[in-house]
């Protein structure tokens, strides 16, 4: 692969109403996307989140140590006419990357058919979700609406017409396998794709569909959460904390299983090579919001899909001056993307 990645979100809006990574400390921004770079041996780096000066932050420290980066910007549940206006203040910020590193990629959404507003019924992207699994309402949906499919790849057009009205390098998207995208004007086939217990016999099959569009083809999401089972739940396997509850705690009993999750990110990564893919985007670095604590049952990490373990209060022991420890994913993926 050309492109040994790693998604890292500077803070998003999260479907329970906080953000993934409420502190920002640019201090350790700095020292974790170094680590990501000499430790971890990746030579890409997706860059999401919402925040726009976070991105650009983000994205020169990721430039100074020599990584490509993907901007790849995010508004959940927003309008289309407020996303289009967000997504061309993005493209202006991505261009002043670009002009310093011209390999800088733009990334013009993720799975928006779920995550904005319009194309699906429903109020939330959870909502939105669950249209989509549901036959009864997404026959509805597609009779208020039309085809999501036909009305995102119109979005996606305009998108694309702003974008490049301020930003000139190279552009995808990070789609859904759910998305009929028309990848015609894209520089790369860009696929957020899981692998769980219902798609494990076809995944190759589904990965070989995305190369006939004659572009590369980039894994811009893959991972797994940190439970016993998780392989088997794949994109879904955050779905197993109790927001409500104060503090959050897990709603079942879960048995840590770092094996696993590093074992997943193998048996993708060997895929991904066999098939030729382009590059590949590990989720995710670090995930602040799922903190791990005691007792068990508020252990949050089981449901992370981080390569590393974050503290709320402390530090860990490996990298003494940051809030987290690495877990054998880590070591298993530096291994892999420095042999590689």
């Given amino acids: 692969m050309n492109y040994k990645g790693i998604h890292y979100d500077v803070g998003t809006s999260t479907t329970h109403g906080t953000l993934s990574r409420e502190l920002f400390d640019p201090n350790i921004v ?13 030579n890409a780096i997706r860059i999401s989140g919402q925040d726009i000066e976070r991105l650009v932050l983000a994205g020169d420290f990721a430039i100074r140590q020599g990584l490509e980066a993907w901007f790849s910007p995010s508004l959940p549940d927003a309008t289309e006419e407020t996303t289009l206006q967000y997504f061309a203040e993005c493209a202006a910020a991505a261009e002043h990357l670009r002009q310093q590193s011209p390999t800088t990629v733009f990334i013009t959404g993720v799975e928006l058919s779920a ?22 309402k997404l026959i509805k949906s597609t009779i208020l609406k039309g085809s999501f499919h036909k009305n995102l790849n119109k979005f996606l057009s305009e998108v694309i017409r702003r974008v490049r009205e301020r930003f000139h390098g190279r552009l995808t998207y990070a789609s859904g396998p ?18 769980d217990a219902m798609n494990k016999k076809v995944y190759k099959k589904s990965l070989r569909s995305y190369f006939k569009y004659g572009k590369p083809v980039v894994i811009t999401e893959f991972g797994c959460c940190t439970y016993q089972g998780a392989e088997d739940k794949g994109g879904y396997g955050w779905a197993v904390v109790d927001w409500n509850k104060t503090p959050p705690q897990l709603k079942r009993e879960l048995h840590r299983d770092e094996t696993s999750q590093a074992n997943y990110l193998m048996e993708l990564l060997e895929i991904f090579e066999q098939e030729n893919v382009e590059g590949a985007f590990a989720f995710t670095f670090v995930n602040p919001s799922y903190p791990h604590r005691d007792p068990p049952r508020n252990d949050l990490d089981l449901a992370s899909y981080g390569l590393v373990k974050s503290f709320e209060n402390r530090t860990g022991n490996t990298y003494k001056d940051l809030p987290w420890e690495p877990k054998e994913s880590f070591f298993k993926l530096a291994d892999y993307y420095g042999g590689h």
């Avoid at 700095?30 to 990746?42: A, F, G, K, T």
């Avoid at 759910?178 to 794709?193: H, I, N, R």
């Fill in 30 to 42: 700095q020292r974790e996307i170094e680590i990501i770079r000499n430790d971890l041996h990746c």
């Fill in 115 to 136: 995550f904005m507003q319009g194309f699906l019924e429903g109020d939330s992207p959870m909502h939105r979700l669950g249209t989509l699994i549901n036959p009864l």
């Fill in 178 to 195: 759910w998305e009929e995208v028309d990848w015609s004007p894209f520089d790369f086939v860009g696929v957020d794709l899981y692998r």
